[in-house]
Every structure is written in C-alpha cells, then in structure tokens.
C-alpha cells in the first residue's frame, strides 16, 4: 500500500473515519508520516473528496464571484473558448482571491494579543 497523499510507502499509519457509521464498510486511509496523516485527517473524507474548512469554504465562494466576473469581462462562459492567457489570468483570479480571503479572514479572527 502506498501513502494517500504523497504515494510514497506507508509506515503503518492510518487514518479512519468514525463518522462513516457501524455499517459501512471502513475504508483505512494510509500515511507516510505524520505529517501526510494530519493532510489526511483534515482535509480528506473517506469517499477522498477535500473537506474545506469553514475560512476555505468562504474564500472559495467569494473566489467563485471574483472568476464570474472576470468571465463576464471578457464575455466567456465556454471554458474551451479561452485563450491560453484569458484561462491562466482566470485560474489566478479564483487563485489569489482564495488565498488572500483566507488570509484576511484568519487575520479578522486573530487573537489581538
């Protein structure tokens, strides 16, 4: 078996998710290390869709509106109709929006001390 996250062998490590109930068949996820185990435990369900937190959850809603109206600037909405710029300023827009959301929201919520 290999790591979940970086396909390097696992060490033994595994991640299981309680929340799947005593019915399911229990799908073990493996890790390397502990540091791909915490990727997995925070960031991956058990069916390996991302699980984002509620900061990422924000961001990428207003990154959503943020590459919307950069689609309607340019007045595209067929992804394939886009030039080879248009798609990498796109892909920076909701890029860039969604880490700088996130930042601005953690610094929102910061301990002021």
Same mark, same amino acid.
């Given at each position: 078996?290999?790591? =979940?996250?970086?396909?390097?062998?696992?060490?033994?490590?595994?991640?299981?998710?309680?929340?799947?109930?005593?019915?399911?068949?229990?799908? @073990?996820?493996?890790?390397?290390?502990m540091a791909c185990l915490d990727i997995?435990?925070?960031?991956?369900? @058990?069916?390996?869709?991302?699980?984002? $937190? +509620?900061?990422?959850?924000?961001a990428l809603i207003t990154a959503g =509106?943020?590459?919307?109206?950069?689609?309607?600037?340019i007045q595209k909405t067929d992804l394939?109709?886009?030039?080879? =710029?248009?798609?990498? $300023?796109?892909?920076? $827009?909701?890029?860039?929006?969604? $880490?700088?959301?996130?930042?601005?929201?953690?610094?929102? +919520?910061?301990?002021?001390?």
């Amino acid at each position: 078996m290999s790591c =979940e996250v970086c396909l390097r062998d696992h060490s033994g490590l595994g991640f299981y998710d309680p929340g799947q109930g005593p019915f399911v068949s229990k799908k @073990v996820q493996h890790a390397c290390s502990m540091a791909c185990l915490d990727i997995i435990h925070h960031y991956w369900k @058990v069916d390996d869709v991302l699980n984002p $937190t +509620n900061y990422e959850q924000q961001a990428l809603i207003t990154a959503g =509106e943020k590459g919307g109206a950069y689609l309607e600037s340019i007045q595209k909405t067929d992804l394939a109709q886009m030039s080879q =710029e248009e798609w990498r $300023t796109f892909l920076l $827009t909701i890029f860039d929006t969604t $880490t700088s959301e996130i930042r601005r929201l953690a610094d929102e +919520n910061a301990i002021p001390f």
